[in-house]
T-cell receptor, first 110, second 116 residues
Framework: DAKTTQPTSMDCAEGRAANLPCNHSTISGNEYVYWYRQIHSQGPQYIIHGLKNNETNEMASLIITEDRKSSTLILPHATLRDTAVYYCIVRVKGADGLTFGKGTHLIIQP | ETGVTQTPRHLVMGMTNKKSLKCEQHLGHNAMYWYKQSAKKPLELMFVYSLEERVENNSVPSRFSPECPNSSHLFLHLHTLQPEDSALYLC???????????????FGPGTRLTVL
């Protein structure tokens, strides 16, 4: 799986959009970008994934650059409950297991 | 509630004890996983089962012994553990990938294990 780089931590004001960047410059053509988050002491939660087109669901939007070397996860209206560690993972669809890095600790400020 | 349950949620055991962690999924998936999350470290994949057969074993010490009796249940048997094995143990499940189907993994809440 390709390596990803994420900022260690970020702050965002409650009610504002939280934009979490991820660099994956060595991504190959058949690798997807997945995002999970982990609220303190809980299991990771799936958020969204995509290949090359932008994706949106009820939780978030995923913007992937045209060259696919980076992406941004957008939480449109952050709440205090969105405080968590967010993981960007690049992998071939169907590959066994997930390789987690250190992720970004997002702190939503009241 | 993700449809993946784990019991117990907390476990304290001595180094000479034998205990088991249980995972159950109610999602109709046929792949299941064990992960370990130690303090200040990323999640590490331990074992993967697909259709009840072990397909991946990431150099895990033999004091951890997985068992998958059917596609809904996964166990992790523990014996003669060390204090450094204290961690959050997470179970996940996913459907096997078929054309057009997602392979998203869904995690349980984890078992917090402390080895004294």
């Amino acid at each position: 799986d390709a390596k990803t780089t994420q900022p260690t931590s970020m702050d965002c004001a409650e009610g504002r959009a939280a934009n979490l960047p991820c660099n994956h410059s060595t991504i190959s053509g058949n690798e997807y970008v997945y995002w999970y988050r982990q609220i303190h002491s809980q299991g990771p939660q799936y958020i969204i994934h995509g290949l090359k087109n932008n994706e949106t669901n009820e939780m978030a939007s995923l913007i992937i650059t045209e060259d696919r070397k980076s992406s941004t996860l957008i939480l449109p209206h952050a709440t205090l409950r969105d405080t968590a560690v967010y993981y960007c993972i690049v992998r071939v669809k169907g590959a066994d297991g997930l390789t987690f890095g250190k992720g970004t600790h997002l702190i939503i400020q009241p | 509630e993700t449809g993946v349950t784990q019991t117990p949620r907390h476990l304290v055991m001595g180094m000479t004890n034998k205990k088991s962690l249980k995972c159950e999924q109610h999602l109709g998936h046929n792949a299941m996983y064990w992960y370990k999350q130690s303090a200040k470290k990323p999640l590490e994949l331990m074992f993967v089962y697909s259709l009840e057969e072990r397909v991946e074993n990431n150099s895990v010490p033999s004091r951890f012994s997985p068992e998958c009796p059917n596609s809904s249940h996964l166990f992790l048997h523990l014996h003669t553990l060390q204090p450094e094995d204290s961690a959050l143990y997470l179970c996940a499940s996913s459907p096997r990938v078929l054309a057009g189907r997602t392979d998203t993994q869904y995690f349980g809440p984890g078992t917090r294990l402390t080895v004294l």
